[in-house]
């Protein structure tokens, strides 16, 4: 960590070094300050961090430079670092579907959330194994896409709120994550966000396109992009844009690339000419070897495709009752192993807490960029 903040990038190297000579003082404060806002929790109580002081979710460094104001988000994320303008370098005319692509699954269970749908469980240890089997990612929405992220699988319930099989994301509505996304897009226009949406209800809801339609896209000045294509060139009508994967109704033609997931399994189909590939086994083995050949089938499949063919590639799994970080601890760091140095287009990898390493390596694989 020392080593990290020793490295801020210039403009706020002054606060670098007093947020590292006050973790050198209170570890755990500071600790808890960033835990606390990477899970989007606002802290109480203050915290003073050598001659700048924590209040709420800001950070107030009075320097010789004058007065600064940061966000201790912003904070977090330049300690962390991060890939948020990697497509800002891909050249107009290259294709989406000719890169490899990190993406995150059940992208709205952040670590933060908080579960309502459990009134009928009565143990902790029960509640504590529900949250391991439903929370997927350690990053907001904002977070996951500065981090390198550029594929969001977003589930909602019949009040568009966040929902994960039975459970429904508290703390989260799928307009918290559009104004994510918009967030995102006005920092860094360059960039595309490609958003799969899923209703996920117990209860069903005929009338759910027909919301989707009012509220979020003939509402809120959310930037969609108005195609039904998963784009074969990249340009400035699609750079800043999110560009939406219809998996909540076939009928829905609106706007939207349309797909169908076979449950636990793959699926091989296509819509407007368009010839897509799922891999989705999600039951995997405690060993989770099954689960990793699965995934590195078919992104050697996607490296071979020579017809502009889309891939999405799920490398999530769930092996009850193992909390999905231990899972996809296990296969995220064989496909860091394996993906090191390697190039090629693998298409989109959907993972579960993946780390900056497989983010970088995966980013890395398309042959615009070089490691760093």
Same mark, same amino acid.
């Given at each position: ?138 990053? #907001?929405?904002? +977070?996951?896409?500065?981090? &390198?992220?550029?594929? =969001?699988?977003? *589930?909602?319930?019949? !009040? $568009? ?70 784009? #074969?060139?990249? +340009?400035?009508?699609?750079? &800043?844009?999110?560009? =939406?994967?219809? *998996?909540?109704?076939? !009928? $829905? ?120």
């Amino acid at each position: 960590m020392g080593n990290t903040i020793d490295t801020v990038q210039h403009g706020f190297e002054d606060l670098g070094n007093k947020v590292h000579d006050a973790y050198d003082q209170t570890q755990q404060g500071f600790t808890d300050v960033v835990r606390d806002a990477k899970n989007g929790i606002q802290t109480a109580e203050p915290y003073v961090i050598a001659g700048g002081q924590f209040i709420g979710d800001q950070i107030i460094d009075k320097s010789p430079a004058g007065f600064v104001c940061k966000s201790i988000m912003e904070l977090v994320r330049e300690l962390e670092g991060g890939y948020p303008d990697w497509m800002g370098a891909l050249p107009d005319g290259t294709s989406m579907r000719s890169l490899t692509i990190p993406g995150t699954h059940d992208s709205g269970t952040t670590n933060g959330a908080s579960m309502s749908d459990i009134s009928d469980v009565t143990h902790n240890l029960e509640v504590t194994i529900s949250h391991g089997l439903v929370v997927a990612q350690d990053r #907001s929405i904002y +977070d996951q896409l500065y981090l &390198g992220i550029r594929f =969001l699988d977003i *589930r909602c319930n019949n !009040n $568009f709120g966040i929902q994960h099989g039975d459970y429904t994301i508290s703390n989260i509505s799928f307009e918290t994550v559009l104004n994510d996304c918009k967030r995102f897009l006005h920092d860094h226009p360059h960039e595309i966000i490609l958003m799969s949406v899923k209703h996920e209800d117990k209860n069903d809801f005929p009338g759910f396109a027909d919301a989707f339609r009012d509220r979020f896209f003939k509402a809120g000045g959310f930037p969609w992009f108005g195609g039904k294509d998963i784009p #074969s060139s990249i +340009d400035n009508s699609i750079r &800043g844009k999110i560009v =939406l994967i219809n *998996r909540f109704d076939r !009928n $829905f033609t609106d706007f939207g690339f349309v797909i169908n997931v076979n449950d636990n399994g793959e699926t091989h189909d296509e819509y407007v000419g368009v010839k897509y590939h799922i891999q989705d086994y999600y039951k995997v083995d405690t060993s989770c070897d099954g689960k990793f050949e699965q995934v590195l089938k078919f992104a050697t499949d996607a490296a071979n495709n020579t017809t502009g063919d889309f891939y999405l590639n799920f490398a999530s799994g769930v092996n009850v009752p193992e909390p999905i970080s231990h899972t996809a601890g296990k296969i995220n760091s064989r496909l860091t192993a394996k993906l090191d140095n390697q190039v090629g287009h693998f298409g989109v990898i959907i993972m579960d807490f993946p780390t900056k390493d497989l983010v970088r390596d995966l980013i890395g694989s398309n042959q615009y960029y070089k490691k760093a």
